[in-house]
Nanobody
Framework: QAQLVESGGGLVQAGDSLRLSCAAS????????MGWFRQAPGKEREFVAG????????DYADSVKGRFTISRDDSKNTVYLQMNNLKPEDTAVYYC???????????????????WGQGTQVTVSS
């Protein structure tokens, strides 16, 4: 079945960078847009970034625009999230997700996704 495995989280200081990876298996990765979400303690899961099939269209939450970059390598069945200039408010568990169906672009609503990774913790200290 479809599976997503995130990696790359950790504890960093404000201003540092991290790159998250999400390895996909069990489905035709290149046929799906992909999304990254995050959830901080006591808060709802929120959309962070999305990338279309073939990677031509990307979308970002306003809070990360200009600092985060989403990309994909279909030859490796992997989607990435490069996070620069991290801030304490970026602290959360980060999840990659696959939509329920083959949307051309990544929807922002979490209800549109039915496959989630286990999450990777990102902690940014001030």
């Amino acid at each position: 079945q479809a599976q997503l495995v995130e990696s790359g989280g950790g504890l960093v200081q404000a201003g540092d960078s991290l790159r998250l990876s999400c390895a996909a298996s069990g489905f035709t990765f290149g046929s799906y847009a992909m999304g990254w979400f995050r959830q901080a303690p006591g808060k709802e899961r929120e959309f962070v970034a999305g990338i279309s099939v073939r990677g031509g269209i990307t979308d970002y939450a306003d809070s990360v625009k200009g600092r985060f970059t989403i990309s994909r390598d279909d030859s490796k069945n992997t989607v990435y999230l490069q996070m620069n200039n991290l801030k304490p408010e970026d602290t959360a568990v980060y999840y990659c997700a696959r939509p329920t169906r083959s949307y051309g672009t990544a929807p922002r609503g979490a209800q549109n996704y039915n496959t989630w990774g286990q999450g990777t913790q990102v902690t940014v200290s001030s």
